[in-house]
């Protein structure tokens, strides 16, 4: 990792969150892993928290947990949430391509943006 933040959001997907956003922000250069990619399936979510915030990534859920846990004071570089089953998966893409031309790493830090 390096010691200054990336200049341009990257995006950690939680496994909630269907793998065509991942592959539509990838097709329009956006930097993104997923759960299933760094071998986090089914782990606790301050891990992920964690993982992610030594990343320098910003959490894409629908789990509302991770609201739960930001709002305890759990730092984190970011969380984009989307409630379940509101939005289709072209305005989930929209939202965070959104959050990525407007907003920097260090704006979404400790920061949560609703979809």
């Known amino acids: ?6 200049e341009q959001i990257r995006f950690y997907l939680d496994e909630h969150v269907a793998n065509a ?3 539509g922000l990838r097709n329009r ?10 071998g986090y399936m089914g782990r606790d979510d301050l891990d992920i928290m964690a993982f992610a915030l030594q ?3 910003v959490i894409v859920t629908q789990d509302d947990d991770f609201l ?3 709002s305890g004071g759990i730092a984190h570089a970011g969380i984009a949430y989307c409630k379940p089953q509101t939005r ?4 989930i ?8 031309g407007v907003l920097s790493p260090e704006e979404m ?5 609703f979809l």
Request: no cysteine; net charge negative.
């Open 55 to 57: 990343e320098n990534r």
């Open 21 to 23: 956003v991942a592959n």
């Open 88 to 91: 289709s998966l072209k305005q």
């Open 93 to 100: 893409i929209q939202g965070l391509l959104l959050i990525h």
């Open 68 to 70: 739960t846990h930001a």
């Open 29 to 38: 250069g956006i930097d993104v892993v997923t759960t299933a990619e760094v």
């Open 109 to 113: 830090l400790n920061h949560i943006e």
């Open 1 to 6: 990792m390096s010691d200054s933040p990336p």
